[in-house]
């Protein structure tokens, strides 16, 4: 069976691979055989480094993704030096808590241009290579329990990732028939960046921990697997997905 994981001869972008989640994917799916462009805004040399060590392949590209503009560099500099395009993980993301009733245009424009407005675009110009060189994909994007619950002082953060588990489907719809696959992970409580505020609150941190059937936050390797199966041919009949790994927040 473990061909079917084999990501040997694959090429995989990685967005915000310098840390959190997004290094968790990256060593993952290399450790899986695949070369990773790490792409970002901060140099992801811990992730490089960790890749080098297993033998991997990887190469990075500079990209500040609150915008479109690098957009056609990230698929022309990964093809131009890994040699190929077989995987996009959308994980780069950003979060900001605010009350809706003081939230400001910038607290919303820089969410959902991070987070859904670039993923598209960027999905898209990978979508259109893909089609351009007569080959299929695949396409995870990284969505959130909010995108099934609300959430609370995030209204943002909510939008994006509710739109983005809706952007997985409407995607699927239209490219499983050209072979490309648009999947999402929706990860719990991860201990990240991106929930340092949370953890830091003993309130808030002990009222996520107690509706955590496995009773602890997550660890960024713990997305790897539901990474390598998504961007890998055990998934090849798999569309429009979101697989939630969350140590069973959901189901309480
Ligand atoms: P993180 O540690 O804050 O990492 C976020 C990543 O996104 C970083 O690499 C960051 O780069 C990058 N990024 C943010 N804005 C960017 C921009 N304008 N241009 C380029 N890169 C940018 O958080 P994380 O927890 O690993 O989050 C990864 C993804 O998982 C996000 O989409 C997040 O919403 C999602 N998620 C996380 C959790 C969790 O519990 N941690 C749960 C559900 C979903 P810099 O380091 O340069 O800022």
Redesign the pocket.
């Known amino acids: 069976m473990s061909h079917l994981f084999d990501l040997a001869g694959k090429t995989a972008i990685v967005?915000?691979?310098?840390?959190?989640?997004?290094q968790g994917i990256a060593l993952a799916l290399a450790d899986a055989g695949a070369a990773v462009s790490l792409v970002?805004?901060?140099a992801p040399d811990e992730t490089v480094e960790k890749i080098k060590a297993m033998g991997g392949a990887c190469c990075t590209v500079k990209?500040?993704?609150?915008s479109v503009d690098a957009i056609d560099d990230i698929i022309t500099a990964t093809r131009d030096q890994l040699g190929g395009l077989d995987i996009l993980v959308n994980?780069?993301?950003?979060?900001q808590r605010n009350d809706a009733i003081d939230f400001t245009m910038e607290e919303w424009d820089s969410v959902l241009n991070?987070?859904l407005r670039t993923v598209f675009f960027l999905s898209q110009a990978f979508a259109r290579a893909c089609v351009d060189a007569s080959q299929g994909g695949k396409i995870i994007n990284?969505a959130?329990?909010l995108s099934y619950r609300g959430g609370i002082r995030v209204p943002s953060y909510t939008a994006s990732?509710s739109g983005l588990m809706g952007l997985t489907r409407a995607l699927a719809n239209e490219w499983a028939g050209k072979g490309i696959n648009v999947n999402a992970i929706a990860?719990?409580?991860?201990a990240?960046?991106?929930?340092a505020a949370l953890q830091a609150d003993p309130k808030r941190s002990a009222e996520i921990l107690g509706r955590i059937p496995a009773g602890r936050w997550g660890q960024?390797k713990e997305l790897g697997g539901a990474a390598v199966f998504l961007a890998s041919d055990a998934s090849d009949y798999v569309h429009g997905t979101t697989l939630p790994v969350d140590g069973g927040w959901l189901s309480r």
């Open positions: 967005t915000g691979a310098n840390t959190g989640l997004g970002g805004r901060s990209a500040d993704l609150s994980n780069a993301g950003i979060i991070v987070n990284i959130s329990m990732k990860p719990g409580y991860f990240t960046n991106n929930t960024p």
